[in-house]
């Protein structure tokens, strides 16, 4: 295996680092301010926009929101706030909020509660993280990073270039978007401990990358989107839907780098030194090490090839693992994420149940509702965008794209243009840690920092969410070049 020596981080570099040991929680309560402040005026846009851009419009043709809306919306802004401001596992508010709102407030039995309850998400997580876990344990994963190490000749900021690159190549062939995260994810991660690169930065490259090839002609979300623009009379581009969305990722992913440049971070300080990688050497893989290799090669064929569900898959690879060595079997279980499994549940449940008593539907209502073309699709990328957060893109996206029907038969603005602007900016905040893309970079990191890069991540996403869905709009749909 590489040689990894470390070096002392210069006194002056430890004496900056204690002086600013409070800008992280500085920096947080800013962004949690920010973005509360963001969500009124945009409610605010919504609820009132109507009258100003539209004053020919009566308040009585404008649909308004209930009590019983209402108050499961406030619901979840406190759920936010609790979870950055105390380490309570949001995932687990969202489970009893679920049952407190559906049971007290709507009537409903358990089961209708737990009917959206993400079950294939909660597999994918278990058996990825199970199967992985056990790779890690037997040295499978070391082997990769280092051969990932020494292929990029040691320029170790190269790497989240190229599982970027790699991710992308993956969904535009047709893998799903989780399923190439769930298979880069533990590689990738493990990398970045290695190297020093901050894991929030490498988790961003291969989310943005599993989503810069997301809408090829023969990926599932390409496809599923193209379909439903035709079955609602506006057929656009693949080609045009697929270059864009390609692009905007590749920028926000330059956007990034400078980003994390700025604030210092391109270099993880939280071990308080830089590692050197030497990679003259690397170890051959021997014994299990080959097995869970094979294994994982034959994950990618069922995967790619077979179109099967990658948590099964990873599932009945690990349990082969697992009999290959039956003694520390208990020790496999436990390398399970069962907190990201209870946190992606939770609030998939609750924003489901969000949308059982449409809370979705009456924003998105309000938002046809202010009447300026422009400012029509600029909310409803900022609509689809904060739901995507929380919820399933392909959902919001089969919800929201019909929505544009309307607004592009009344209006000059593209049909590609717009329908492209909305399905990026459904996919693009997948970063965050609510989501199945987000939850299993939280996943893949080390046991001991689960937490802090679960909260930078929501921290990082928080900026897209606010940043994204504007950049995507400006881009596509004013200046009308689809």
């Known amino acids: 295996m590489a040689k990894v020596t470390y070096q002392p981080a210069p006194e002056s570099e430890s004496k900056t680092r204690d002086q600013n040991s409070g800008s992280p929680n500085r920096r947080r309560r800013i962004l949690l301010v920010t973005v509360a402040a963001s969500v009124i005026l945009g409610l605010v846009a919504i609820l009132f926009g109507g009258a100003i851009f539209n004053p020919a419009a009566t308040p009585e043709s404008e ?14 802004v406190v759920m936010f706030v609790v979870a950055t401001k105390w380490p309570l596992n949001i995932g687990v508010m969202g489970l009893v909020a679920s049952f407190g709102v559906g049971y007290f407030m709507l009537g409903m039995t358990d089961k209708e509660i737990l009917a959206d309850f993400p079950a294939n998400i909660v597999i994918t997580i278990i058996g990825v993280t199970y199967f992985f876990s056990m790779a890690q344990r037997n040295g499978t994963i070391d082997i990769i990073v280092q051969t990932c190490v020494r292929l990029v000749r040691g320029k170790t900021m190269l790497l989240p270039w190229v599982f970027f690159l790699l991710a992308a190549s993956l969904t535009a062939l047709g893998t799903f978007s989780p399923a190439a995260v769930a298979l880069l994810a533990p590689a990738a991660i493990g990398l970045a401990y290695e190297s020093r690169i901050h894991p929030v930065l490498m988790g961003a490259f291969i989310i943005n990358g599993a989503h810069a090839g997301g809408f090829s002609p023969l990926s599932v979300a390409g496809v599923l989107v193209h379909d439903i623009a035709v079955k609602n009379g506006f057929p656009i581009s693949q080609g045009s839907l697929f270059a864009a969305s390609f692009a905007l990722n590749l920028i926000l992913s330059v956007l990034t780098v400078v980003l994390f440049a700025l604030l210092g971070k391109m270099r993880d300080g939280a071990a308080g030194q830089l590692a050197d990688l030497d990679t003259t050497r690397t170890a051959r893989p ?12 034959a994950m990618l064929v069922c995967a790619l090839g077979f179109h099967m569900p990658i948590g099964f898959v990873a599932l009945s690879a690990g349990l082969l693992l697992a009999l290959v060595n039956i003694k520390e079997h208990q020790t496999f279980i436990g390398g399970v994420s069962w907190s990201t499994v209870l946190l992606v549940a939770g609030m998939i449940t609750y924003v489901s149940l969000l949308q059982h008593v449409g809370v979705i539907d009456t924003l998105a209502e309000q938002a046809l509702a202010l009447g300026a073309p422009l400012l029509i699709a600029l909310v409803l990328c900022y609509v689809i965008g904060v739901g995507s957060a929380f919820a399933s893109s392909t959902a919001l996206l089969t919800a929201f794209i019909p929505l544009a029907g309307p607004l592009l038969a009344t209006s000059s603005l593209s049909a590609s243009g717009t329908v492209a602007a909305l399905a990026i900016a459904a996919t693009v905040v997948d970063v965050s840690p609510f989501s199945t893309d ?45």
């Open 286 to 297: 021997h014994g299990q090490q080959i097995l869970t290799l094979a294994l994982i090669i």
């Open 63 to 76: 649909p308004t929101m209930t009590a019983t809306q209402i108050i499961p919306l406030v619901i979840l």
């Open 438 to 482: 987000g939850a299993l970079v939280v996943a893949n990191a080390r046991e001991d920092d689960r937490q802090r890069v679960y909260k930078q991540l929501m921290m990082y996403a928080g900026g897209v969410v606010l940043v994204a869905p504007a950049l995507t709009w400006a881009l596509l749909v004013p200046t009308g070049i689809m």
